[in-house]
């Protein structure tokens, strides 16, 4: 069945550095949208690309579709400790109806 | 606007034992969908409804699952008997009523509710 990987699934880093994770469907997709869970808490929408090569900002974080429609990343410019928390991209098959969550990078940003 | 309901936010049942849990989506979005999310996994997709009818079941184990929203409104996830890999988060979600397949909108997730089966 179709899969979305994301890699790594564990980061921590310093205030102040950067991060990225990676996202990576086995099929390929309609479009992907990115989640923000933070400890204990539920799943909130950050964003949603669409098209091939699509490359959307806000703020600190820069959001990229890959031209094949298949992988996506998020980076993460100078993080801060409210940047805490997993982060999934959620792909859509292209031709269905049903969103495949990831398996989603969990960030710890030490002070 | 209110966001997303779900009660109980916790509930504590035996393996065999049976369970209900309700989500109220917010007002006039069209899509709900009930998502399992295991410890330290991404949430998966049970069931997907757009108003009253069903849009996917595929991961929805449907010899012990069932789901129903009446009315196009709320809805109710019942499990029947529970597992012990039941244990999880359900979380409930809604969005507005989707267009082409490419217009789809984001999802707002309600707080969950945490099952815990002994």
């Known amino acids: 069945g179709q899969q979305v990987m994301q890699i790594p699934q564990y980061q921590h880093v310093q205030e102040g550095e950067d991060f990225t994770t990676y996202c990576n469907s086995s099929?390929?997709?309609?479009?992907i949208q990115w989640y923000k869970q933070r400890p204990g808490g539920h799943p909130v929408f950050l964003i949603q690309?669409?098209?091939?090569?699509e490359v959307k900002k806000q703020k600190r974080l820069t959001f990229q579709f890959g031209e094949a429609k298949k992988n996506s990343s998020l980076h993460i410019t100078a993080t801060q400790t409210t940047d805490v928390g997993t982060y999934f991209c959620?792909?859509?098959?292209?031709?269905?109806?049903?969103?495949?969550f990831g398996t989603g990078t969990r960030l710890k940003v030490l002070a | 606007e209110a966001g997303v309901a779900q009660s109980p936010r916790y509930k504590i049942i035996e393996k065999r034992q049976s369970v209900a849990f309700w989500c109220n989506p917010i007002?006039?979005?069209?899509?709900l969908y009930w998502y399992q999310q295991i410890l330290g996994q991404g949430p998966k997709l049970l069931i997907q409804?757009?108003?009253?009818?069903?849009?996917?079941d595929s991961q929805l184990p449907k010899d012990r699952f069932s789901a129903e929203r009446l009315k196009g409104v709320d809805s109710t996830l019942k499990i029947q008997p529970a597992k012990l890999e039941d244990s999880a988060v359900y979380l409930c979600?809604?969005?507005?009523?989707?267009?082409?397949?490419?217009?789809?909108?984001?999802?707002?997730f309600g707080p969950g509710t945490r099952l815990t089966v002994t």
């Open positions: 409804f757009q108003n009253n009818g069903v849009v996917d």
């Open positions: 099929t390929t997709l309609s479009n």
């Open positions: 690309l669409v098209k091939s090569g």
């Open positions: 979600a809604s969005s507005k009523d989707w267009g082409q397949v490419y217009d789809s909108y984001e999802q707002y």
């Open positions: 007002s006039g979005h069209a899509t």
């Open positions: 959620a792909g859509l098959t292209s031709g269905t109806y049903k969103y495949i």
